[in-house]
């Protein structure tokens, strides 16, 4: 089929943009300056993430189908985390000229079908030539007349519950380091997360005080909900889900791997959790994470390391 | 003050929005999982475009605080040509760890200023570790309660008109290719476009029927509204702006040279234009762009060549 230099600029983005069925929210679809996204709150809420090559993902162990789904889900998941309704995606796209059209196509059909998973659709975006692939995605939502679920929220007494997996894209990531290509169910974590949306609208009908996405590591993400709600979250290390295919490391990658997706949130003491959500520790005064009453342990994942 | 790497993301990230003060129209800015931003028509105008290191800035040609003014310009610029009104950035920050802090705040101040410049602000971002500077900004519009002034409205009769600097960019660009770095009209036009912000509201005043900013160049860019509106645009040469600042070549960067981000509009026949706009053309039956009733020459601005 030839490379993405071969077709040139606008060829490359007519191929891609058959492959982008446009949904609902999209009044003025890819194709002029700039898209128009429907906003019927009267506000919208934004999230960007940029994933480069050999950093957030590898050409080898990742395909284009996977890596498309995984940038389009851990923005969709950003706006899910803001108890908003994703409405539309705009997919910045960087590549060698060298680069193979399917190649492109395959990936466009992840972040498509991500999208579709989502109740979104792509609505515009760029492509430009570079050394790596880099892709940059801004995933736009709706907050259909709620306040915003913040990280603020949380306050002492509130119980932290989780929901979706914890530790399998870290545990995926460690045995592909490692040369292993499985089980599978870790591997492909770390190739595709599956964040659980509904948990967005979960979250808002249970009364959530406070909700966010772990991107970063159980650990560190609650540590953001309790600076920004000035509080301590504790955490009881046994309550939080290890499935035994995570191996003799599970709590550790359940408590500090990121990069599935899953949520957390804050709840008022008394709230009726889904049968989807799991209660792990409770809303104290004080700042910081606390696991099992102590420190918890470095090893977050840092996306700016030395 | 040491390198980004040396900071860490949640260091780098603070030290940035300390930077970036928020208008009005940003209801949450950065911190959270995603940024919630005005959009009190019920729908909002989108754009993203990627720019990419040794391939649309050269670190060496041109500084950090003017890196950050283009990158935010030719985005603004863009909501603008859909007749909205700039209300928020999110800006993807990939770079080398060994790029100075202080860099990184001067490139973040040009974006900071540029957005005050169009009556926006820098609402969110991420930031992350690549091999070059690559830059992902998505800028955020409101229409106001108008329809979009898109590429497809130009009819047969309507008047072509433009708005801001053509060619200035590209033949700055010509100057330091050359290794000279002069005149200063010329190399920081190419370093710094400075679109005309108002020519949305200037042109949805005068009734236009298209509108779309000239990022290609003249001819390509008129292009696409030939294309989108089923059209075809005479240009005449001798009314386009050509100062003798352009050189010999001033007709060639006029017609063809991208990045100056001016606007290109299409008007009903009788329409009143402000001063500030130049009659160049008219569209009529057919399809393509002529100048002087010939084929143009090629020589656009292509993003991404073999």
Not at 19 to 26: D, E, K, N, T
Not at 159 to 179: D, I, N, S, T
Not at 230 to 240: I, L, M, N, P, T
Not at 259 to 278: I, K, M, Q, Y
């Amino acid at each position: 089929m030839g490379t993405i230099g071969d077709l040139g600029e606008f060829a490359l983005i007519a191929t891609l943009t058959r492959r982008l069925p446009q949904g609902p929210a999209v009044l003025l679809g890819p194709g002029d300056d700039a898209a128009v996204i429907g906003a019927p709150d009267g506000r919208v809420v934004a999230t960007t993430d940029v994933l480069v090559e050999g950093r957030h993902f590898r050409r080898d162990w990742s395909g284009p189908y996977d890596i498309g789904r995984k940038a389009a889900a851990q923005n969709l998941a950003d706006v899910v985390a803001m108890g908003a309704r994703p409405t539309a995606l705009l997919v910045g796209f960087a590549a060698p000229p060298a680069t193979d059209v399917e190649w492109a196509e395959r990936l466009y059909d992840g972040l498509a079908h991500e999208c579709r998973a989502a109740g979104a659709s792509v609505a515009g975006g760029d492509v430009v030539a570079a050394p790596e692939v880099t892709l940059a995605v801004t995933a736009l939502g709706d907050l259909g007349g709620a306040p915003p679920l913040t990280r603020a929220g949380a306050r002492p007494g509130d119980a932290v519950a989780v929901r979706g997996r914890l530790g399998f894209a870290a545990a995926g990531l460690a045995l592909l380091a490692a040369g292993r290509d499985g089980p599978a169910e870790l591997t492909e974590a770390h190739r595709r997360p599956r964040p659980p949306y509904a948990a967005g609208a979960e979250a808002r009908a249970a009364g959530a005080t406070a909700l966010l996405d772990v991107s970063d590591g159980l650990v560190q993400d609650l540590g953001h909900i309790a600076a920004a709600s000035g509080v301590r979250v504790d955490v009881e290390s046994a309550a939080v889900p290890v499935p035994a295919v995570l191996g003799p490391d599970g709590l550790r990658h359940a408590l500090t791997g990121g990069e599935d997706h899953a949520f957390a949130g804050t709840f008022p003491a008394g709230a009726v959790l889904p049968p989807s959500w799991t209660r792990i520790g409770t809303v104290t005064e004080g700042t910081g994470v606390r696991v099992d009453g102590r420190e918890p342990p470095p090893g977050a994942w840092d996306h700016f390391p030395t």
